[in-house]
């Protein structure tokens, strides 16, 4: 089916974005395509590159409109997406729409909660006072080093901070509406080394074998009981994602042993915490550790804002939202630490997976609650 061509339908803006191929990081076509919706609804428009090989350049976008001293409500989000794949039964950048679905990459994650967000925006009352903002990176599928970072160093320049901040990502789960996320768990990689000499395996004497040092590390830490959980998160979780020696002979003793873990911790812990705790563990064995924490753990506790959205929700839906802090990391880690922050957006079934699609009716439905969640903040 072809484009629809009613350009403040939000069906029509999830297939604009959709058309354009922004495979992380996401450049060029999918910024202009924004920046032409936001223009004519009065905001201001800074685009702009940050970084440097190999993490970047990436491109950004903040855009701003005020109307008068209040609130200032920030939605963000990214416009990058991953890579399609092989096996679509379209195209997966020729948004085409099979019944009630639009298919296309990006449908879910996100570009239809964007377009849906700047529906709502055309649809909020001429006298509506304070500010709306919105924060889109073209890297958060990727590093995310110069992405929504880079965003709030930019905003931090123009003196932009929000009062409360909504993340489209989507959350969603069986139904539109049924799952909000107010928190999520930190995350840090580490890699363990162990050095050893070298050496024939009939003279064992001769060389300092590091493999049963590694072993024994890695036992101690498998042992490691983080937490129980709190009110809010599950139970913190070491895994072990890889162990390499490259040894190619049967019969040399390797000169060195390493291994990669991953920690997934809730707000009981921090990243340097943890990589003090392992730190500590492979130092008995000899080993050193490596460490890249990817982003801390947050909670926006139930309050004001997740009341705000729960019941938008349930006045377009009728659906009894679930508060929730589970699944992997977003944006929204980065941002918690300007305001309260919340993730909300559509359903999640499809994304990263070939044929993404969202249900036409799931894009107005969203359309309007994002249109009561900004206007009761700014109310």
Known sequence: MSMTSTNDDVLALTQRLLACPSVTPATGAVFDALAAMLTPLGFTVDRFMSGEAPDGPVENLLAWRTTGPGPHFAFAGHLDVVPPGAGWTSEPFVPEIRGDLLYGRGAVDMKGAIAAFVAALATLPDDLPGTISLIITGDEEGPATYGTLALMDRMAARELRPNLCLVGEPTSSARLGDVVKIGRRGSVNMWISVAGVQGHVAYPHLADNPIPRLVRILTAIEAEV???????????????????????????????????????????????????????????????????????????????????????????????????????????????????????GLCNATMHKLDEAVAVADLRALTEIYARIVERALR
């Open 226 to 344: 983080l937490d129980e959980g709190t009110d809010w998160f599950q139970p913190s979780n070491i895994e072990i994602t890889d162990l390499e020696v490259g040894n190619p002979a049967h019969n040399v003793i390797p000169a060195g042993a390493t291994a990669r873990i991953s920690i997934r911790f809730n707000d009981r812990h921090s990243g340097a915490s943890l990589i003090e705790r392992v730190r500590t563990i492979a130092a008995a064995e000899g080993g050193t550790v490596d460490a890249k924490i990817s982003g801390e753990a947050f909670l926006t506790e139930p309050g004001a804002l997740s009341d705000l959205v729960r019941g938008a929700i349930r006045d377009v839906t009728g659906v009894e939202t679930e508060l929730s802090t589970t699944g992997g990391t977003s944006d929204a880690r980065f941002l918690s630490r300007l305001c309260p922050v919340v993730e909300f």
